[in-house]
């Protein structure tokens, strides 16, 4: 298993973790939870306070090899740092304020904290409130402005007839924070000047939040791009013939190429078989299977190129092998079509080095004929 299957299992298992303690110390709380179930829950969240104050711990022991004294304090001081000390410290902090079993085990509420710390998206929503802070910022203030308006005008026209409700305006702003979230109190103005603004309060409402909801949707997918672009621009930059076309054709290629992490040994592409589509070495290196022998294309070349060319006719000339687990870019052939089309010096590189490679395993294989009978 590899390393990253291994790192996948982990988090899965930390998560499953926490969502079980999580999970007992709600149990925990209860006086219903009696005998043989009570000993088995306190047993788990026990072990769950060791396992939380053990993994701080260690986490701090690794950054401190790591790094010396000023990473450990970077750690400790860090948000998963301060998560870590929070949920390790939660229990004994409540057993240090006199409280015992059941009530003791509320504090483990803050062990949702560390499920929040391993979600990796997290950060990503931090990125989009803040890119999207102005836009957010201006619907919020027209949401308060229309609350603010609407309590106000309710108060003057509903004040009279129904004091409970709308006798001040913060009454009767609770009363539009009611509707515009859709909880909805009893209460219902009666004259038509009210029931008016109550309608809409409550369409503006629905306006306000499908507006935010618009706003993080897209900020959310934007974000997602700019990642993906990001990852795809760094695996492009390690490709010295993709580098060499320049940051325009650098751009266009990083949101056309295709991701693929294939294991030792695998065949790529099979000598005979179609080929719709040409790779690009990011990590690892290949093995071209050739007449005159194998052919080892080491990290930053590219192979499949010659069935996308005229002279190739779609088929493939070899087979070609991953001879170590290799992250490959995958360029399809409609967007190879489209790139060479706007970028002439990516058609004439590759077609210059398809030539190159034909006219070497030429050379190859006149140099293995004419040294066999040598050898014989
Ligand atoms: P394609 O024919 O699409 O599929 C097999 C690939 O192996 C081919 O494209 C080239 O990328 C690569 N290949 C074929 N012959 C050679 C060669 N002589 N030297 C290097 N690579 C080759």
Redesign the pocket.
């Known amino acids: 298993m590899g390393p990253r299957k291994w790192a996948f299992l982990l988090r899965t298992a930390r998560i499953g973790w926490i969502l079980a303690a999580l999970t007992l110390a709600a149990a925990g709380t209860s006086t219903d939870v009696q005998g043989l179930a009570r000993s088995l829950v306190e047993a788990g969240l026990w072990a769950t306070v060791a396992w939380l104050t053990l993994d701080w711990i260690l986490a701090a022991i690794r950054a401190r090899r790591a790094g010396g004294g000023k990473a450990a304090r970077d750690y400790l001081t860090s948000l998963p740092g301060l998560v870590a000390a929070v949920s390790a410290l939660a229990i004994p902090f409540g057993l240090l304020l006199g409280y015992r079993s059941p009530e003791l085990w509320m504090f483990g509420a803050v062990w949702v904290l560390t499920l929040m710390a391993t979600a990796r998206r997290l950060g990503r929503l931090g990125h989009v409130l803040n890119r999207e802070a102005g836009s957010l910022g201006a619907v919020l203030a027209l949401g308060l402005t229309m609350l603010f308006l609407s309590a106000t005008g309710l108060y003057i026209l509903e004040g009279d007839d129904q004091p409970d409700n709308f006798g001040s305006i913060p009454e009767a702003l609770w009363w539009a924070m009611n509707t515009v979230t859709g909880v909805g109190i009893e209460a219902v103005p009666e004259t038509v000047w009210g029931r008016i603004i109550a309608s809409s309060v409550m369409v503006l409402g629905l306006g306000v939040f499908g507006l935010m909801a618009g706003i993080l949707a897209t900020g959310f997918a934007s974000e997602v791009r700019r990642e993906e672009f990001l990852g795809a621009w760094e695996l492009v930059a390690r490709v010295p013939f993709l580098k060499s076309l320049g940051p325009a054709a650098i751009a266009d290629m990083a949101g056309t190429l295709r991701r693929l992490d294939v294991t030792e040994n695998t065949i790529v592409?099979r000598?005979g078989q179609r080929?719709e589509c040409?790779y690009f070495v990011a990590e690892g290196a290949v093995e071209?299977q050739?007449p005159s022998g194998p052919?080892t294309?080491p990290e930053g070349s590219?192979?499949?190129?010659?069935?996308?060319l005229d002279g190739?006719a779609g088929i493939?000339?070899?087979t070609?092998r991953c001879t170590r687990p290799a992250v490959l870019l995958v360029l399809d052939i409609a967007d190879f079509r489209a790139l060479i089309a706007r970028h002439p010096a990516l058609a004439k590189a590759v077609e210059e080095e398809?030539t190159r490679?034909?006219s070497?395993?030429g050379d190859r294989q006149r140099d293995r004929t004419t040294i066999m009978p040598a050898e014989g």
Do not use: T
Request: net charge positive; no cysteine.
């Open positions: 592409v000598r080929g040409m071209v050739l052919l294309l590219f192979f499949g190129e010659m069935a996308l190739g493939r000339s070899a070609v398809a490679r034909r070497m395993e």
